[in-house]
């Protein structure tokens, strides 16, 4: 069965640059999550999107913008990066329902490395 | 705002035994879901088992097992005849069925469980 899935797997970025991380869920899936995970840390809300539109924004910099696209794939946008943003990205797929009851499928994450 | 507290950063347990892992969480809401997530060393997140909170039948899932007390706020995981491949960082997991259609994740801290042969 298809998965979600992420690009790239890792990624090194200098302080200052920018990075597109890309994730592709689940065919028929109309919700997208971005979760960011410290080393050591739990994973953390960034942003959401169900069909195509934002539906909800955690705790992310207002450097980072996401979206997501026609096809349903979402790409997150990061500039002027810091080396705190060292982290692995995590996306996941959701096929809506209205009734809580959908399930979350999560991607393998992005490691991105700012040296 | 939901809160997920996971009070043992680490635990450890021998093959083939049994090890029990705790969570409490804070809400206001009546009704919600509870996950326990597993992140092996690979970092993939993997489901190990749901709880609807409107459901008192505590879940299982083969050898993971949960005990789950609402009025207490307590949803602890009990994994039976620990396998090395349980190895891994437990996540606890809350979700929200209020809404629309988001439903994301408030996770805890984590316990890191060591599977000693």
């Known amino acids: 069965a298809a998965g979600v899935i992420q690009s790239p797997r890792h990624l090194i970025k200098e302080k200052r640059e920018t990075a597109t991380l890309k994730c592709y869920p689940i065919?028929?899936?109309?919700?997208v999550y971005w979760y960011q995970q410290g080393p050591g840390q739990d994973p953390q809300f960034l942003i959401s999107?169900?069909?195509?539109?934002?539906?909800d924004k955690g705790s992310i910099p207002d450097r980072f913008s996401a979206q997501q696209f026609s096809d349903y794939h979402s790409e997150l946008n990061m500039s002027s990066l810091e080396l705190g943003d060292s982290a692995l990205y995590f996306c996941?797929?959701?096929?809506?329902?209205?009734?809580?009851?959908?399930?979350?499928?999560f991607g393998s994450g992005t490691q991105l490395s700012v040296l | 705002a939901q809160t997920v507290t996971q009070s043992q950063p680490e635990m450890s347990v021998q093959e083939a035994e049994t090890v029990t892992l705790s969570c409490t969480y804070d809400t206001s809401e009546s009704d919600y879901y509870l996950f326990w997530y597993k992140q092996p060393p690979s970092r993939q997140m993997i489901l190990v088992i749901r709880q609807e909170a409107y459901k008192q039948q505590n879940a299982t899932e083969n050898r993971f097992s949960v005990n789950f007390q609402k009025a207490a706020k307590s949803f602890s995981l009990k994994i039976s005849d620990s396998q090395l491949g349980d190895a891994a960082m437990y996540f606890c997991a809350y979700r929200s069925v209020r809404g629309g259609s988001n439903y994301k994740l408030t996770f805890g801290k984590g316990t890191l469980l060591t599977v000693n042969p």
């Open positions: 996941a797929s959701s096929l809506a329902t209205g009734t809580g009851d959908e399930k979350l499928f």
């Open positions: 065919p028929r899936h109309d919700t």
């Open positions: 999107f169900y069909e195509k539109m934002q539906s």
